[in-house]
């Protein structure tokens, strides 16, 4: 079955873009951000403050495949979505693939920039232990765009997506804990409680909700972990 099978995230992120934004407006969008032909970053990088961010490449527009090209706001769903990290090269722990050593360099050639500030959105586990999933790294171009220069490893499981569905963010996380609810209610054998208390239903589905969201976010926040629209570009191991 389609649903069954690994999907590339290089894939999935492209389908993010798509259905966000139509496919001509992002183009437009992108030679009016861009100046003199050319990817830079806005003024307002020269504060203090814009400091702190990646470090956009001078990158020649003409010469970009424009479907590599990604808005912050793409990733970010994409990451959030499946569980993801978009941190810094710098925190990357596994060794390059040749393959992406080969396509920094060649696109450093082809625009003569030497590229700064990279960064991969990965599963959090990449960026300490050895395995890893598909990992996609990007080359920042100002403007909070990216452009993708290489991916590598394994395709991801669909089920990652539904896995960590429940934790995506707080609502999905409460709209978790009701349906939990209401199922557990339903099977509850109900019947000679029902007949002398009209509410018992109701009452089941209050206790159930309040001791699964109780139990739940306890282990949860305990163990340091948090929803996923949270940590998707933080760099802390934890939360």
């Not at 696109?107 to 030497?114: D, R």
């Not at 394994?154 to 990652?160: M, T, Y």
Request: proline share 5%; aromatic share 14%.
């Amino acid at each position: 079955m389609r649903l069954l099978e690994k999907r590339s995230l290089a894939v999935e992120l492209q389908q993010v873009r798509n259905k966000i934004t139509s496919p001509d407006s992002f183009v437009d969008s992108l030679r009016k951000t861009s100046k003199t032909r050319t990817l830079v970053a806005s003024h307002a990088c020269a504060t203090a403050e814009e400091s702190l961010v990646s470090t956009p490449n001078a990158l020649t527009f003409d010469l970009l495949d424009t479907e590599r090209i990604y808005h912050e706001t793409h990733i970010k769903k994409l990451c959030i979505d499946y569980r993801l990290r978009f941190l810094d090269i710098t925190l990357f722990k596994q060794d390059f693939p040749v393959e992406a050593i080969d396509a920094i360099q060649d696109l450093e050639k082809t625009h003569n920039v030497s590229l700064q500030g990279l960064k991969i959105a990965a599963p959090s586990k990449t960026f300490s232990l050895k395995n890893y999933d598909d990992p996609l790294l990007f080359a920042p171009l100002g403007n909070d765009y990216y452009y993708l220069i290489h991916q590598w490893g394994n395709d991801v499981s669909p089920w990652r997506k539904w896995k960590y569905w429940p934790i995506k963010n707080a609502v999905t996380f409460m709209v978790f804990s009701l349906v939990v609810s209401a199922l557990f209610t339903w099977v509850m054998p109900l019947n000679k409680l029902g007949t002398t208390l009209l509410w018992a239903p109701f009452i089941v589905f209050l206790f159930a909700f309040k001791s699964i969201v109780a139990t739940v976010a306890y282990y949860f926040f305990m163990m340091g972990k948090n929803f996923n629209s949270e940590i998707w570009n933080r760099p802390f191991k934890e939360n």
